[in-house]
């Protein structure tokens, strides 16, 4: 079966230190990998998709940035984080050519 | 291009009660539509999916939703609230052209009260 894994659970940055969160799939091959930002009122934000290694479509501009160095693995960064990247994120996949979405348990990143 | 409005960002019902759900979207294409639930600090589970079938799709916990196109609706019930369903529910769109990046709705937090 499919499993994913995304980590931590809970971080707490200061404001200007670098990110990286990771996700990866297991049981699966060639998956489409997403990143989603929950804020608080505002439902979930698209950041980032992928349709295979090193293909990486960014869907807000923002301060962060998405990389997926092997199929099964997706990777949130940022250089520097602003107070506005506090939220809690999210990694999905879905099978290729699929509409169905699977999540990850989610990250909550506090900036302070 | 499509989008998502749920109706209320709260809702509150007694246990036993009616769970109505409100969504409504806009698609340029035939849409895919779904209701994810979310438990506090958990991702999101699918309950169902509506993707051009059948217009009444039943779910996961007694959950189902009824695709009105001429409304363009979706909205979500259950007929008897349980304490356990208190979440968040999330009501997201898609094309049907089998590429899937959904859009989601702000999200509706269900309440059930004793």
């Known amino acids: 079966s499919q499993t994913i894994h995304q980590w931590p659970a809970t971080l707490v940055q200061p404001v200007g230190s670098p990110l990286s969160l990771e996700c990866t799939v297991e049981?699966?091959?060639?998956?489409?990998l997403y990143w989603y930002r929950q804020a608080a009122g505002r439902g979930l934000q698209l950041l980032f998709y992928?349709?295979?290694?090193?293909?990486i479509s960014s869907e807000v501009p923002q301060n962060l940035s998405a990389s997926r160095p092997q199929d099964r693995q997706f990777i949130l960064s940022s250089k520097k984080l602003l107070l506005s990247d506090s939220g809690f994120y999210l990694c999905a996949w879905s099978p290729y050519r699929s509409e169905k979405l699977f999540f990850g348990s989610g990250t909550q990143l506090s900036v302070l | 291009a499509q989008s998502v409005t749920q109706l209320g960002s709260h809702v509150s019902v007694s246990e036993g009660a009616l769970v109505l759900l409100r969504c409504n979207y806009s698609?340029?294409?035939?849409?895919?539509l779904f209701w994810y639930v979310q438990y506090p600090n958990q991702g999101l589970q699918l309950l169902l999916k509506?993707?051009?079938?059948?217009?009444l799709v039943k779910g996961i916990n007694g959950f189902e939703a009824e695709f009105k196109k001429s409304e363009t609706s979706f909205h979500l019930t259950k007929p008897s609230a349980h304490m356990s369903d208190a979440a968040e529910y999330f009501c997201a769109v898609s094309g049907s052209s089998g590429y899937s990046t959904l859009t989601f709705g702000k999200g509706t937090m269900l309440l059930v009260s004793p």
């Open positions: 049981g699966t091959s060639n998956p489409n």
């Open positions: 698609s340029s294409v035939p849409p895919y």
């Open positions: 509506y993707t051009s079938a059948a217009t």
């Open positions: 992928s349709v295979g290694i090193g293909q």
